[in-house]
């Protein structure tokens, strides 16, 4: 944008709404976003043909019969997955099998998060389906709904949900996107962390197994998600069923098949969508999860600050645009950042505890806190709250960023990251 425009004015997702944000011209850089594709025009359609051509498979109502039981994984509220319209054509594959509705169970990959309500489940999956079917969410801490499957060969104990390896047929569903220690999310993380218990989740999430810089994009020797596929491969998880979306919830592509060879056809997708070319750093980033429910509580909208640590310079400003209607999330990350004194405390903390619920974002809000100064736009966290975890609140856009300037100086320059968790940073000619 020419330096003699007033303002850079742009609509971002904020909750269930948007919010406009205006930056000033002198100080404005660019806007970065992912590359969305329009979705497609028969979403239905699209999946139906990627379960009749799986990748690294044979058909799914092929490996149905005989069958049993079957157990499908489905993400939780705090996913955007459009669960609900991968399900009728997948649901048929199974009846095409020869596999009864009773035979047939839901599993709710919460992770270590709280348990998903009805009406959620609702929209998640659909009130019909939520009638006929049973659905269960997973509770990480319940040791006696887990079985022990061995190590993987990095040491991870597979602590995993015991309704879905005893049943017969094993299949997850997700959305493949940028994730921060993962790599991209989808395929196996369904199975790890998504239906683990805390013991696994302790070793899996804890120092050992992350960078040290966010790693949105990391695939190849990332122990991280080496790990958690080689745990998804031990649970013998026989299907995925995953999609790349885009920022309406749309699907713009449909992989099937081998928990391995069809995610990693899905990561090409992703990729081409998600990584976004940086012109230079700047001195303040502001960024956004892309809305609900990434920005359901500052827990999730987290993930859209790892991206900005990436493009503030050491020293700038960070601005988060996320309504946290939830507050800050999950039990034990705010207790982490208030105990203490400093980020630096926190990080050196984790090195030395490992993961807990909550101390592994911990880790990481301080991480980016390390390298820059934070202000949430949210009128949902007190601001004494945000003190203890060394973050400013703004009530506006407006607000943040005089804030920001008069931290960093009247001519800093500001990037904006419209849809923040959902974009790998690469600086131009590197």
Known sequence: MPKNHDRQAEMIPYGKGEMEVRIPGKNYVATLRPHFKPG????????????????????????????????????????????????????????????????????????????????????????????????????????????????????????????????????????IAPHQGAGFSGGRKSVLPGIASLATLKQHHGFSMRSDRPAMGWVEGNPFHLNALEAAKMA???????????????????????????????VKASREIFEVKVPRPADIVITTPGGFPKDIDLYQSQKSMASAELVVKEGGTVILLAECRDGVGAHGFYEWMSAATCPQEVIDRFIREGYSIGASKAWLFSRCLKRSDLILVSKSIEDSILEEMFTQRADSVDGAIQMALDRQGENAEIILLKNGSDMIPRFEGR
């Open 40 to 175: 497609l025009k028969d979403e239905a359609e699209a999946v139906k043909k990627a379960l009749e051509k799986p990748i690294g498979t044979r058909r799914l109502k092929e490996i149905a019969r005989g069958r049993k039981s079957a157990v499908i994984v489905v993400n939780d509220i705090t996913r955007p997955t459009a669960t609900y319209k991968l399900l009728p054509h997948l649901l048929q594959e199974l009846k095409d099998g020869g596999m009864k509705e009773e035979q047939v169970q839901f599993l709710v990959a919460t992770g270590t998060h709280r348990d998903n309500t009805r009406e959620e489940l609702e929209g998640m999956l659909g009130k019909d389906v939520v009638r006929r079917f049973k659905v269960m969410n997973h509770h990480c801490q319940d040791e006696k709904i887990m079985v022990d499957l061995g190590k993987t060969s990095g040491g991870i104990p597979v602590v995993i949900n015991r309704l879905f390896w005893e049943a017969e047929l094993k299949i997850v569903t997700a959305t």
């Open 236 to 266: 013998k998880t026989d299907f995925i069923l995953n999609t790349v979306q885009n920022d309406r919830k749309e699907i713009t592509q449909v992989v099937a098949g081998d928990v391995e060879k069809a995610w990693l056809e899905g």
